[in-house]
């Protein structure tokens, strides 16, 4: 019995996904080859020791894309060139997340949510907490607090143990056993 040849050939999803984001860096120079954008965050990315050469670069280039797809939101200077703002550099490493192999997903967050990461790792290391308690320990509003741990717990950097009546019991990832 003759074998029938494969017609598709199985790719890992993250293989897909870093096809798909260098076919969008492609694109968009093929649509502006000759547009160039100014990277002012450049040096606190080389700077920072979370990422090496490589992964720089193409953060790099996935942030000149975004800007470039958001050019009409973008400040210019008299060169015609656009300025790469915070959030195509956000967005670039939020798009490259799987590619970049990132350890430490605190990178990702913004300012605030970083902050109040930090603030839980200092005040609730090994133990459960509740809106309240943060509240109480922080000085903020409960909506805000609110808002912000399950934003955090959509984020998978903490976890909902468990509903104590109204209250939600809250634990950081990194202290489940």
């Avoid at 656009?82 to 799987?98: S, V």
């Amino acid at each position: 019995m003759k074998s029938i040849p494969k017609r598709h050939v199985k790719v890992s999803l993250s293989q897909q996904f870093n096809y798909h984001i260098e076919a969008f860096n492609h694109l968009i120079k093929m649509l502006y080859p000759k547009r160039e954008s100014i990277n002012k965050y450049e040096f606190l990315i080389t700077k920072n020791n979370t990422f090496n050469t490589s992964q720089q670069q193409i953060i790099a280039k996935t942030a000149h894309s975004s800007c470039m797809v958001s050019e009409f939101y973008r400040d210019q200077d008299q060169m015609g060139r656009l300025y790469i703002t915070r959030e195509d550099i956000c967005n670039a490493i939020h798009l490259l997340q799987n590619e970049l192999n990132l350890t430490n997903q605190a990178v990702l967050l913004p300012p605030v949510l970083q902050w109040y990461k930090m603030q839980l790792h200092y005040h609730f290391p090994n133990e459960p907490f509740t809106v309240k308690q943060v509240q109480n320990r922080l000085g903020k509003s409960k909506t805000r607090v609110y808002g912000v741990l399950r934003e955090l717990e959509f984020r998978k950097m903490i976890h909902l143990v468990k509903t104590k009546g109204q209250a939600h019991v809250f634990e950081l990832i990194q202290s489940i056993k």
